[in-house]
């Protein structure tokens, strides 16, 4: 059967949790922890130069591989005994342990979606700022450990907006964590938007997204919104002040978008765009990857202009 005629496997790998399941639904089939637990008795055998020792390191190699956990079953392991210890292979959204990372999507496929890779296209996401070198390593893993047939890696931000939604002081007063962080959320979006072209600049203030577990408080998008209105009309005022009041400008419309499916509206983004005509061809094929080598991957399909 064509795996293109079956839905895709799109999972959305955060560096807090995991959102996995197939193209076509609405909501994800899991929502994991990223993180695994490794039984490091396995990890680190002892060295020795013998024959008999050798042996016992391939075997506890192999048992490394087959021995670990992901998600709640991690946590609760690395509780429940001294001999798992936990590693998150993401860290600020960049793949840090690639070793972790690949048994993490192992036991997502063959455990949770219980799916052949073999028989699906797969939708990965990223953050924008990704190396191009970890996309290579992504390739790698997919197209040789899995074999999958087709890979699609997408820039999370973009799904977030595909999805249809074009403590948290820590957000608006972040000094009161670190010193080195002291511009707060509203004023790093107002920076964003006066950083785009002048004409589409009102358009943006009336659609900012939000997208991730971390805007899931309560009224956070009412705050946000309030004080990036506060910084718009303050501007606005002091430019008409510049000119003796003697021109009025426009109010500028400020709406920030939230939605009850905000917290994995990455994952549902890449649903909607796995299940278009489109997206197959879009694809990096395992026939293109034994052709022209994990390069392939490199591209950002962002600047395709698929989207």
Same mark, same amino acid.
């Given at each position: 059967?064509?795996?293109?005629?079956?839905?895709?496997?799109?999972?959305?790998?955060?560096?807090?949790?995991?959102?996995?399941?197939?193209?076509?639904?609405?909501?994800?089939?899991?929502?994991?922890?990223?993180?695994?637990?490794?039984?490091?008795?396995?990890?680190?055998?002892?060295?020795?130069?013998?024959?008999?020792?050798?042996?016992?390191?391939?075997?506890?190699?192999?048992?490394?591989?087959?021995?670990?956990?992901?998600?709640?079953?991690?946590?609760?392991?690395?509780?429940?005994?001294?001999?798992?210890?936990?590693?998150?292979?993401?860290?600020?959204?960049?793949?840090?342990?690639?070793?972790?990372?690949?048994?993490?999507?192992?036991?997502?496929?063959?455990?949770?979606?219980?799916?052949?890779?073999?028989?699906?296209?797969?939708?990965?996401?990223?953050?924008?700022?990704?190396?191009?070198?970890?996309?290579?390593?992504? %390739?790698?893993? $997919? @197209?040789?450990? +899995?074999?999958?047939?087709?890979?699609?890696?997408?820039?999370?931000? #973009?799904? &977030?907006?595909?999805?249809?939604?074009?403590?948290?002081?820590?957000?608006?007063?972040?000094?009161?964590?670190?010193?080195?962080?002291?511009?707060?959320?509203?004023?790093?979006?107002?920076?964003?938007?006066?950083?785009?072209?002048?004409?589409?600049?009102?358009?943006?203030?009336?659609?900012?997204?939000?997208?991730? %577990?971390?805007? $899931? @408080?309560?009224? +956070?998008?009412?705050?946000?919104?309030?004080?990036?209105?506060?910084? #718009?009309? &303050?501007?606005?005022?002091?430019?008409?002040?510049?000119?003796?009041?003697?021109?009025?400008?426009?109010?500028?419309?400020?709406?920030?978008?939230?939605?009850?499916?905000?917290?994995?509206?990455?994952?549902?983004?890449?649903?909607?765009?796995?299940?278009?005509?489109?997206?197959?061809?879009?694809?990096?094929?395992?026939?293109?990857?034994?052709?022209?080598?994990?390069?392939?991957?490199?591209?950002?399909?962002?600047?395709?202009?698929?989207?």
């Amino acid at each position: 059967m064509d795996p293109a005629s079956r839905p895709a496997v799109v999972i959305d790998n955060g560096s807090g949790y995991t959102k996995m399941g197939f193209a076509g639904n609405v909501e994800p089939c899991y929502i994991v922890p990223t993180v695994v637990a490794l039984n490091e008795s396995f990890l680190n055998p002892s060295r020795t130069s013998s024959k008999a020792g050798w042996v016992a390191q391939h075997n506890a190699g192999v048992m490394a591989d087959l021995d670990f956990f992901i998600g709640d079953e991690a946590l609760e392991r690395s509780r429940s005994s001294t001999t798992y210890n936990l590693s998150y292979p993401i860290r600020q959204g960049q793949v840090e342990n690639w070793d972790s990372m690949e048994r993490f999507w192992q036991q997502c496929i063959f455990n949770y979606l219980r799916c052949d890779p073999e028989d699906h296209y797969f939708l990965l996401t990223e953050s924008p700022l990704t190396a191009p070198e970890s996309r290579e390593y992504t %390739g790698e893993i $997919m @197209f040789e450990t +899995f074999n999958v047939p087709g890979l699609y890696i997408a820039v999370n931000s #973009v799904l &977030a907006l595909a999805a249809g939604y074009t403590t948290s002081k820590v957000f608006f007063n972040p000094e009161i964590y670190s010193t080195d962080f002291t511009t707060p959320l509203p004023v790093v979006i107002d920076k964003c938007i006066q950083s785009a072209p002048i004409d589409t600049r009102r358009s943006l203030y009336k659609n900012i997204v939000l997208s991730g %577990g971390s805007t $899931m @408080f309560k009224d +956070f998008h009412r705050r946000l919104q309030r004080d990036i209105k506060k910084i #718009v009309d &303050a501007r606005l005022l002091a430019s008409e002040a510049r000119v003796g009041g003697e021109v009025k400008s426009q109010p500028v419309e400020v709406n920030v978008v939230s939605h009850p499916i905000q917290r994995f509206a990455v994952w549902f983004g890449g649903s909607v765009l796995a299940s278009t005509p489109e997206f197959f061809a879009a694809c990096h094929t395992k026939e293109e990857y034994e052709e022209y080598g994990a390069s392939i991957c490199r591209t950002n399909p962002v600047f395709k202009g698929m989207y």
